[in-house]
Nanobody, 130 residues
Framework: QVQVAESGGGLVQAGGSLRLSCKVS???????????MGWFRQAPGKEREGVSC????????YYSDFVKGRFAISRDNDKNMVYIDMGSLEPEDTAIYYC????????????????????WGQGTQVTVSS
């Protein structure tokens, strides 16, 4: 009843910017603003880690320390869309980025520390060249 699809990945030079988008499809009786949304990433050989999340109405946003001041998460509840604007990209940001939806996601910052969230997209590759 909830489908998540990312787009916008690609190759960018260090110091550059990129915007990822996430489209959420819901059954007709579901409300998008009931769902917290987040972005996680997984680099080669590393565990998947939380990047950022945003509450259903957008009043809470959390970021992992390694992206604070460089990334910005937003959502458009009229379009069932979530975005993450990534700036000052570094080669260490190279990873597959996953969009995540869950009714209970982003109630606290600790939600970025675990992966027990219900709906995941297939991921989009971001590669930052030095």
């Amino acid at each position: 009843q909830v489908q998540v699809a990312e787009s916008g990945g690609g190759l960018v030079q260090a110091g550059g910017s990129l915007r990822l988008s996430c489209k959420v499809s819901l059954a007709h009786d579901y409300d998008f603003d009931d769902y917290g949304m987040g972005w996680f990433r997984q680099a080669p050989g590393k565990e998947r880690e939380g990047v950022s999340c945003i509450s259903g109405r957008g009043d809470r946003k959390y970021y992992s320390d390694f992206v604070k001041g460089r990334f910005a998460i937003s959502r458009d509840n009229d379009k069932n869309m979530v975005y993450i604007d990534m700036g000052s990209l570094e080669p260490e940001d190279t990873a597959i980025y996953y969009c995540v939806a869950d009714r209970y996601l982003c109630q606290s910052e600790s939600d970025l520390l675990h992966r027990r969230h219900n709906y995941w997209g297939q991921g989009t590759q971001v590669t930052v060249s030095s």
